[in-house]
């Protein structure tokens, strides 16, 4: 298996709604990280795991709140967002050992993402 | 701080046409250096790699040389298809930290290069 699974497909949410994004890989990566998206730009680093714990907070509002379970899952609880929150929410992992710089990251298809 | 600078997009081509989409990049160390591409409405799909100087990373026609002494990537296709207009990133990956006894490197895009053949 060497897909990055991302569920759901499309999330349509209000402002006052608590929902969560999944993501799911069993390609044995230790590493997994959470990007927003904006359309037609580059993806924005939000979250990174390393081991199961939180490494990288890059600045994400409280709205945005991580989870890994374990190894496989990684999760994105959000509550109370914004319409400008509205992106593709991309997942992805990677391997993590000494050797890791030289393999990119596999991303999964993404989450589209709309704050009514 | 590690950058990575892309020709400024959108790019329009003729189908067979030869493509050329300019990347440099700054940083220190050695980095690995990648090629992502992001068909509508999808992720993104690593294209191609590089992870040391001089080395060529080719797939699906296109191909991309570690250039370090002009610090460059620059992707090529000698003969483009309307199947391949997409978003182009170029990105590298370095060293950052340690976590758990081993390291990672964080991954640095460039602002991607919009590309569309047309019949």
């Known amino acids: 298996d060497t897909e990055v699974t991302q569920t759901p497909k499309h999330l349509v949410m209000g402002m006052t709604n608590k929902k969560s994004l999944k993501c799911e890989q069993h390609?044995?990566?230790?590493?997994m990280y959470w990007y927003k998206q904006k359309a037609k730009k580059p993806p924005e680093l939000m979250f990174v795991?390393?081991?199961?714990?939180?490494?990288i907070n890059e600045s994400v509002p409280s709205r945005f709140s991580p989870e890994c379970p374990n190894s496989s899952l990684l999760n994105l609880h959000l509550h109370a967002l914004q319409p400008e929150d509205s992106a593709l929410y991309l997942c992805a992992s990677s391997q993590e050992s000494v050797q890791a710089i030289n393999y990119g990251y596999t991303f999964g298809s993404g989450t589209r993402l709309t704050v009514v | 701080g590690n950058s990575v600078t892309q020709m400024e997009g959108p790019v329009t081509l003729s189908e067979e046409a030869f493509l050329t989409i300019n990347c440099t990049y700054t940083?220190?160390?050695?980095?690995?250096l990648f090629w992502y591409v992001q068909y509508p409405g999808e992720g993104l799909q690593l294209l191609l790699k590089?992870?040391?100087?001089?080395d060529k990373g080719s797939n699906k026609g296109f191909e991309a040389t570690y250039r370090k002494e002009t610090t460059s990537f620059h992707l090529e296709k000698g003969s483009v298809q309307v199947s391949d207009s997409a978003v182009y990133f170029c990105?590298?990956?370095?060293?950052?930290?340690?976590?758990?006894?081993?390291?990672?490197?964080?991954?640095?895009f460039g602002q991607g290069t919009i590309l569309t053949v047309h019949p």
């Open positions: 590089a992870t040391k100087a001089d």
């Open positions: 390609m044995g990566h230790r590493a």
């Open positions: 795991y390393s081991y199961e714990k939180l490494s």
């Open positions: 940083a220190t160390g050695y980095p690995s």
């Open positions: 990105a590298l990956r370095s060293k950052l930290g340690s976590a758990g006894g081993t390291s990672y490197g964080k991954l640095t």
